[in-house]
Every structure is written in C-alpha cells, then in structure tokens.
C-alpha cells in the first residue's frame, strides 16, 4: 500500500528529485502542438511549395525546376547570388561594428566608476523602440543633398554630404549608408544583453585580479570577456538570423529593388520580390521562386548557426 | 489543411459584410480605396435609374489581388469587381473568373481598339469595360514661368531651351529623380515615346518585326539623354515622392509626372500655381498622346444576379452611364469611352483636349513586361553617364529578342 502510494507519488513528481515515467509530457504538449502547427508545418510545407510553380488554385509539381531555375538562370542567379553577397556584407556591418560597440558601450556602462548608468542605457536603447519606417524614411531624407546640403554646408558640415549623387544615390556607398542605420538603430539589443552578462560576473573575481595586480585591461580580456563567450555567441547567432531575415531596413530607405543598381537587395527584398508581391508592374508572384530562395538560404544559414551553437555554447 | 483554413478565414471576412446584405444587392471589389466617395455617388446614381444596389466594398491596394482570387477562387467573389489591365488583368479571366463582355451593347461601338487593347486576353474576348485611362503630362509652375517669361514650349527643342533657360537662371528645371525605380520610365520615356513611333509602329516592335536599336529607338533614348542636364543634381536619391514635394514647394519648375498627380499638386499642400502639357515632340514629328487604360471593370461570371451584372456593364459601356462616371471620377483619371463625355470646363476635359487629334497610345511596355525591368536598368546608367543612348538600346533589343526565341 505504502509502496503504491510512492509510485503515484513518484509519478506525479512528488517529492522526488528524478521522477521516472513520461509525467512530463503533459506539460510539454501544448506547446509542441502550438510549435508544430504554427512553426514546424509551415516552414516544412514551405519547403514542399518550392517543388511547385503557380499561385493557389493552379499549382504544378515541378520537381527541382525552382532550384535549377534558381541557380541557372541568368537573371535569378545573378540576383540571388548579389543579394547573397549583399547580404554578408550587411552581417560583417552589424556582427563587426554594432557588437563591437555592444561590448564597448556595455564594459562602460557596467563600470563600477560609472555615474549615470540608467541615463545612458536608455539613451542607447531608445532607437530600437522607434519604427523602422520611421527611421529609415528620416535616414533617406536626411542623406539627400537635396534638402540638407545647405544647411550641413551653413554648419560647416559638408563633409557629411555625399555630392552630387546622396549617399543612399550611388551604389558604392548605399549599402554601407543602410548599414549604418540599421547598426545605430539596433545597437541598442547587445548592448542590453552584454550589460546583463557582465553583471552576471561575480565582483569576487574582479577583486581578486586587482589583489593580484591585475591592471583594468587584463581584466577585461582575461576574465570577463572568457565569462561572456556564451552570450557573445548568442548574440552573434542572433546577429547572424536576423540579418540574414531583414527586409525593412531597405524597404524604408531604398525600394524592394534594393536601389540603386541592386546594391542593397538582400535575401529579404529579393525573396519579397519574387515569392510575394511579384515583380512590379506584373504583380503575379512565383511562390516556388520564392519558397526556392528561402529553403536554399534556410540550409545555408543552418551551415552557419550549428557550428557556431557547437563552438560557444556549454562552455560555463 | 492550410489552404482550407485560409479559405475558411477568407470566406467568413467576405461573408460578414455579404451577410448584411439585403436580397438582390450586388456587391462591387476594388484596391481604390481613396474613391469611395466617387463610386458610392455613381453607384447611387444608378440605384436612382435603375432600382438596382449595388455596394461598393474596396479592399486595401496590396492586398487586392491576394483577397479578391481567394474569394473567386472560394466562390464568393464580388459580382463586379475593378479589373487590372493586361497580364494582370487577363490572368483571372484565363481562370475562368471573368464575365466575357464581348456581347455587352455598347462594348464594340464605344471604345477605341487601344482602349480594349488592355482588356483583351490572348484569345481575343474582352474581360472587363475600360473604365479609366491615366496620361503623362509635363506640370509647369506658372509662377515661375511667368517670372522668367518663359512660353509652353511647342517642341522637344523648344523644352529642352527653356530647360536651359531656367537652369542658366539658377532655377532647377526637372525635379524627377531615379530613385524609385519606376517613374522615369512609366511618366517619362513612355510620355515621350508615341511623339516618335504610332500605336502600329509600336505592335511591329513588340512581334520583333522592328527592331529596338534601330534609328527611331536610338532617337528616343538620345532624346530623354538630353533631359540628364535639367535633373536636380541629387536625382540619384530622388524618389517620385520627393519629386512631387520638390515641385509643389517651387523648387523646381517643371516635373513629368502621371495624370493622377494634378489632384494632389493643385491641392492644399501645395501653394503653386500649376499647368501642364504633354511632352513635346521634337520638331518634323506628329505630336502623340500617351493614353493608358488603368482599370476596368469586370462582372464575376459565378455572380448570382448574371442579369443585373451584364446590365450594370452594358450601363458603363454607354454613353450616358460615361457621362455619369466622367462627373465622379477622381482628378486626372480620364474616361476611355470614345465620346465626349468629360463636363465642360473640367480638368478632365482640359486633360482629353491635350490629346484631341494626336495619335493616342499605351505604354509602350506594357506588352513586353519582359523588357520593363531591364528598361529602368538602362535608364538609369544613362542617368549616370555610365551608358550611351545607343549602348542602352543594343541592351534592351537583345533581351527582347532573347525573350522573343524563349
């Protein structure tokens, strides 16, 4: 009686630390349906859809002809391949740039001299609570010489034009201007993950360095950088998916061309182009196109995520 | 089981409003959300006549196309609906969705071939009434005409010396850029080009009977060059918004722009006075008119009222019902009907006088949507002085003809 009694008690996790059995999963099963439907499906079924051609209504199992297409063709290809290529460019600004100065800004904020803290954090923060439509179409306006020339020029600031043509004009310089808007309007994210991370590091530590003589340097590269290396790597996999997602940034400040010339088309705009709104002035979108694009970046970016988990992950 | 879903959703959003309607009322689509005013008005006009309900339900623009074939597609579709021109349009009708008006009175009398011409499937049946047409007019500040006494020019020569006229006074003459990808093609060489080759002409290029880097296309491209000097100096970052915006503060003095603009130009945003006029043709050439059917309207062949939809287009296909549209049709939307229907004095009126006479025609492109991406391409590296009139029109004709062999 006593035994059985255990074993309900065990069952229903009790007071044992380990119960056995699949208690559990009763927990888990909402969220698994609501992962499966919502997540698992539709990415699965968009990787079904890639093998066909047509909108809904009239579609056609074509086999593999979106990816032959894809690669191929002398058009898509050589789209793809500059959005690709656009787009790590894209990533090397923000994982170089904004978590450099995530890390640098964080290290300051958390200084133990550091006066003003809240102040500055939300000064940091506050640009990624805005729009981006808003910010990139204040971006596009204020990097035309059109309407500030004169007045940067009065401030003794032309050197901040781009003559003649804007920076956001001329293809070698738009899609490091995008950049730059999209690293200022974001920095803010790492910044708030780095100053949790470095709050996180015992002050013990610290101390203990300085005893021993260690100068503010030192400290920082040989204990609270090492400490951090899982939430760096976080946020570089975080850097990494959604720079490789964006589509807004361009949107706003260029077209869904990626104007001027293609230069700032990303995987994002060049998806949007093909799989859902179609090229302009047609309009009729070539989801298999699209849903081909896609899958091909998805396991593109999986060669990069499970490498980058595996290497930084797990060290505590 | 997504699709069902999405069908499901589809059909209970169109239901809602469909449930609130009385029997015998008909219900109309459209992406125009900005005229219901206008349409409400034309279509209690012809409640008044006719006895018959229509309700107009618009959806948003974006949208239009995705919500409008899950409704077909799910049964449920309008019963009249604004129809696309060309490949889009046509592209409902090849799925079965449209009324063919081949036999709607009225149809074949009233309206101009290039007026069906973006109505016809490649089958040669018309899927929707031509409704509406937009032009590509030159908008003059009259302000700053007057200042400088300076003349409509009459001829491409004469625009490009008053070009150079305001440019030597310091004034911006154009305010176009090429930012936006599509304006400087679909308002500025597709304004240009029925001032060099006629409706005809322009059939033989798209069968490849002509060639597109031959004399007359190299003429054109030379032409719009020459427009290159007269842009603001940052066209590069300027968008066909900010074109607008330049020109309604005075900032420049001429902007080539769509017919469906002169609403918002002349509105009260803007403190200018403002005129118009077509592109000039350059002198020895028969001044053309760029006229391009925009929208139409198609009955749904599933509809449950069939009589009232085919009466309801006949009434659109006539005279008097043309009257009736041309009075509540939004600024710089001219009426397609072959028939003067515009009220006197209008802008509509003044915009239809500019074409009286001239050999009227589409964009040339729209029969070649294969060509237009490329085109913008071109355009724009002429812009940028990284390409020649005659390089650019090498480009364009080998991609058509490569489109052509496929």
Request: hydrophobic letters at 45%; a negative charge; proline letters at 5%.
């Amino acid at each position: 009686m006593a035994a059985k009694s255990r074993t309900a008690q065990a069952f229903q996790g009790g007071k044992s630390i380990r119960p056995g059995g699949f208690y559990w999963m009763r927990y888990v099963i909402p969220a698994l349906i609501f992962y499966v439907v919502f997540m698992a499906y539709p990415m699965l079924d968009s990787v079904r859809l890639s093998l066909y051609e047509g909108t809904a209504g009239v579609r056609q199992y074509v086999g593999l002809a979106n990816y032959v297409r894809l690669f191929t063709d002398e058009v898509v290809s050589k789209r793809f391949w500059n959005a690709f290529f656009n787009n790590w460019i894209f990533f090397a600004y923000h994982m170089i740039l904004q978590n450099a100065l995530g890390i640098t800004f964080a290290a300051i904020l958390t200084n133990r001299t550091m006066r003003g803290r809240q102040f500055y954090q939300t000064l940091i923060f506050i640009p990624c609570t805005v729009a981006v439509l808003v910010t990139g179409y204040l971006f596009k306006i204020m990097m035309n010489p059109q309407w500030t020339k004169a007045p940067l020029e009065a401030a003794g600031l032309g050197f901040l034009v781009h003559i003649p043509s804007g920076w956001l004009g001329d293809p070698g310089t738009a899609l490091s201007a995008v950049s730059l808007v999209s690293v200022w309007q974001w920095v803010g994210i790492p910044t708030m993950m780095f100053v949790a991370a470095f709050q996180g590091i015992d002050d013990d530590l610290i101390e203990a360095a300085s005893i021993e003589g260690a100068n503010a340097w030192q400290q920082f590269t040989r204990i609270r950088i090492p400490l951090i290396v899982p939430v760096i790597g976080m946020v570089a996999i975080m850097t990494f998916v959604s720079n490789f997602n964006a589509f807004d940034v361009v949107f706003a400040m260029e077209t869904l061309d990626g104007a001027p010339d293609y230069s700032t088309d990303l995987i994002g705009t060049l998806f949007y182009r093909y799989g859902v709104a179609g090229q302009h002035p047609v309009g009729i979108p070539e989801p298999g196109v699209g849903s081909a694009i896609s899958t091909s970046i998805f396991a593109m970016l999986l060669c990069g995520v499970v490498p980058t988990l595996i290497k930084t992950q797990g060290k505590e | 089981m997504k699709k069902l879903l999405a069908i499901a959703l589809a059909a209970l959003m169109a239901l809602l409003p469909v449930m609130s309607l009385a029997e015998g009322e008909l219900t109309m689509g459209s992406w125009r959300t900005d005229d219901m005013e206008q349409v409400t008005a034309l279509l209690a006009k012809y409640e008044e006549l006719t006895g018959v309900k229509i309700v107009f339900q618009p959806t948003t623009s974006t949208q239009y196309n995705a919500t409008l074939r899950q409704q077909l597609d799910g049964g449920i579709g309008p019963d009249l609906f604004y129809s696309r021109t060309y490949t889009t349009g046509a592209e409902l009708y090849e799925n079965g969705f449209n009324v063919v008006c081949n036999d709607i009175p009225g149809v074949k009398e009233n309206f101009t071939e290039t007026a069906l011409d973006g109505f016809t499937a490649a089958d040669g049946n018309i899927f929707a009434i031509p409704f509406a047409a937009v032009s590509h007019f030159v908008y003059y500040n009259k302000q700053i005409f007057a200042d400088n006494g300076i003349e409509v020019p009459a001829t491409f020569e004469e625009f490009l010396a008053v070009c150079e006229k305001l440019k030597a006074a310091g004034i911006t003459p154009l305010s176009n850029g090429i930012a936006a990808n599509w304006d400087i093609l679909e308002c500025v060489l597709c304004g240009m080009v029925p001032n060099y080759i006629t409706a005809e002409e322009r059939v033989a290029y798209e069968k490849g009977e002509k060639k597109l880097n031959d004399e007359v296309w190299v003429r054109i491209l030379t032409d719009f060059s020459k427009l290159v000097p007269y842009l603001p100096e940052a066209f590069a970052s300027i968008d066909n918004d900010q074109a607008n915006v330049m020109f309604g503060l005075g900032q420049s003095a001429m902007l080539i722009d769509g017919s469906w603009s002169y609403g918002a130009l002349n509105g009260d945003d803007y403190d200018i006075e403002v005129g118009f006029f077509p592109i000039p043709a350059p002198e020895g050439n028969a001044a053309g008119f760029s006229l391009h059917p925009d929208f139409g309207i198609a009955g749904n062949a599933a509809s449950a009222h069939p009589e009232e939809v085919k009466a309801f287009l006949a009434w659109l296909a006539s005279v008097d019902g043309a009257k009736v549209t041309a009075e509540v049709i939004p600024e710089g939307f001219l009426p397609l009907i072959n028939a003067d229907v515009a009220p006197e004095g209008s802008i509509i009126a003044e915009m239809n006088a500019l074409g009286e006479g001239k050999n009227a025609d589409r964009r040339f492109v729209w029969n070649m949507m294969a060509l237009y991406t490329p085109i913008v391409e071109q355009l724009n590296a002429i812009c940028r002085g990284e390409q020649t009139p005659e390089g650019a029109a090498d480009v364009i004709n080998a991609t058509w003809e490569a489109e052509l062999a496929k």
